[in-house]
């Protein structure tokens, strides 16, 4: 299961930077099987994926935000994190962990489908 | 990137009727190399995140009951509730995994007429 943490207080401003953790429980970050992602939904609109990683590290990253994302695992803490910097309004969302399932492609392991979701956290930008 | 399509954006069915969604993405999700389609259903309820319900096109999620199910291939795609019932209420997505980035269809809403 997917327990996300949220760190520093809220709201944000603009031009911050949003910290994010998720803290896995009945699993490993480390396990094959899955990566591990962030995904957002603007209230009422549709869902966003933001990136994945795997527990090799390879990262796979939405190219509309690669610029300001960073995601990173912690294997001793069995957490997974994501940093977005130079919050804007647009950023605005309600923010999920996942665990996806791993695709076997040609050259390497993808993620695939989410199977399992955090409860999500709403996070506000406003000046 | 894939933009996946979906429609209708609404829909309002009687209890016991059959509620159909499309699915349709901009390029063919079908990877020649294992003949499987890269496309995922879920169901949200209000308040609560995504809950997978079916992967790889057709392929249902365990314990989904067996009203939902899921058809189509290349770059059409079908989620068909047999028979409606209250608990379906929900916005339900399509996700395509074919490639990154990932991406997601625009919501069905589905409610009770």
């Known amino acids: 299961h997917l327990q996300l943490l949220k760190s520093g207080p809220g709201p944000l401003k603009p031009s911050e930077t949003l910290s994010l953790t998720c803290a896995v429980s009945?699993?490993?970050?480390?396990?094959?099987?899955?990566?591990w992602g962030w995904i957002r939904q603007p209230p009422g609109k549709a869902l966003e994926w933001i990136g994945s990683i795997y527990s090799s590290g390879t990262t796979y990253l939405n190219p509309s935000l690669k610029s300001r994302v960073t995601i990173s695992v912690d294997t001793s803490k069995n957490q997974f994190s994501l940093k977005l910097t130079s919050l804007t309004a647009a950023d605005s969302a309600v923010y999920y962990c996942a665990r996806h399932n791993t695709v076997a492609g040609i050259f390497e392991v993808l993620p695939g489908s989410v199977d399992d979701w955090g409860q999500g956290t709403l996070v506000t930008v406003s000046s | 990137d894939i933009l996946m399509t979906q429609s209708p954006d609404s829909l309002a069915v009687s209890l016991g009727e059959r509620a159909t969604i499309n699915c349709k993405s901009s390029?063919?999700?079908?990877?020649?190399?294992?003949?499987?389609?890269?496309l995922a259903w879920y169901q949200q309820k209000p308040g609560q995140p995504p809950k997978l319900l079916i992967y790889w096109a057709s392929t249902p999620e365990s314990g989904v009951p067996d009203r939902f199910s899921g058809s189509g291939s290349g770059t059409d795609f079908t989620l068909t509730i047999s028979s409606l019932q209250a608990e379906d209420v929900a916005v339900y997505y399509c996700q395509q995994y074919y490639t990154t980035p990932l991406t997601f269809g625009g919501g069905t809403k589905v409610e009770i007429k």
């Open positions: 009945g699993g490993s970050v480390n396990s094959i099987a899955y990566y």
């Open positions: 390029q063919s999700v079908l990877y020649s190399f294992d003949s499987k389609n890269y």
